[in-house]
């Protein structure tokens, strides 16, 4: 294989892999539900595809330009994923009940951007499952600012 199609395979298959584990979680979303420990493991597998992508970065002179790309997909991918779960688990909600989808991605969204409006919050058992979602906001924007800022400084 060429130099260019290792490139390629780097960038896709992590993409990829997350696909496949959001779209588990779009259609089982029943075993989230039965078993919370579910939600903890598929965000540790939803994080690996980022860590090898930071990994490989590290080791490879490659541009740091699709990195970027790959990383922000990832990005979009996991905020989807995160809703799916707190979708099929439930969240509380101060005003009204909480069961749409959409719900579920604002949920996320304010989570991953750490705002914390308050109006929903994780059931009791996936409130650690949420702070894990945090933790991967503050990590992605920190990896893709750093690799814009490098990108546009040279």
Not at 55 to 76: C, K, P, Y
Not at 110 to 128: A, C, I, M, Q, S
Request: charged share 5%; hydrophobic share 55%.
């Amino acid at each position: 294989m060429s130099q260019r199609t290792q490139q390629i395979a780097f960038y896709i298959v992590p993409i990829a892999g997350q696909l496949v584990f959001t779209a588990g979680a779009c259609f089982l979303p029943w075993a989230f539900a039965l078993h919370h420990s579910l939600a903890y493991l598929s965000a540790f597998l939803m994080a690996c595809p980022a860590i090898l992508a930071v990994v490989m970065l590290s080791r490879h002179e490659w541009t740091n330009g699709w990195v970027i790309v790959s990383l922000s997909a990832q990005s979009l991918l996991l905020l989807v994923h995160f809703a799916l779960v707190h979708h099929a688990i439930g969240l509380h909600a101060s005003t009204s009940a909480a069961d749409s989808f959409w719900d579920a991605l604002y949920f996320s969204i304010v989570t991953w951007t750490t705002l914390g409006y308050g109006d929903l919050t994780p059931l009791p058992e996936l409130r650690v499952f949420a702070a894990i979602e945090a933790l991967y906001g503050y990590i992605f924007f920190g990896l893709i600012v750093g690799l814009l800022s490098a990108r546009f400084k040279n």
